[in-house]
């Protein structure tokens, strides 16, 4: 997987097994499961708000499959964890990792 500096986080969706680690690390809110209709169990992660990333890489180092990725801090400038994407993050958990529609 090539480093990207256009964004904070991204997925390698062809690794990913959607077992819901990263979204139970992240405290952002930043990313999500949905829906995948093709998808082995039927979900697939997604990055639904990347500007609410903190580059903190719980996601990236907790991920079994190596299918989710952090920009390098000194590439690309991350967002404060704020009150509002804690919120975001704790709602998302609370609808069984799903995102909020």
């Avoid at 990913?16 to 809110?29: E, F, H, T």
């Avoid at 169990?41 to 990333?53: A, N, Q």
């Avoid at 580059?55 to 989710?68: M, N, Q, S, T, Y």
Wanted: aromatic share 8%; with cysteine.
């Amino acid at each position: 997987m090539q480093m990207r500096t256009d964004v904070g986080v991204w997925v390698d969706e062809k690794r990913c097994k959607a077992c819901n680690l990263c979204v139970s690390y992240c405290p952002s809110g930043a990313i999500a499961m949905r829906d995948e209709p093709h998808a082995v169990l039927g979900k697939m992660i997604e990055v639904i708000h990347p500007e609410y990333c903190i580059g903190c890489r719980d996601c990236e180092l907790h991920c079994p499959d190596f299918a989710i990725f952090v920009a390098n801090p000194k590439e690309f400038k991350f967002a404060k964890l704020s009150e509002e994407s804690k919120a975001l993050a704790q709602k998302i958990k609370a609808n069984n990792f799903q995102k909020i529609n």
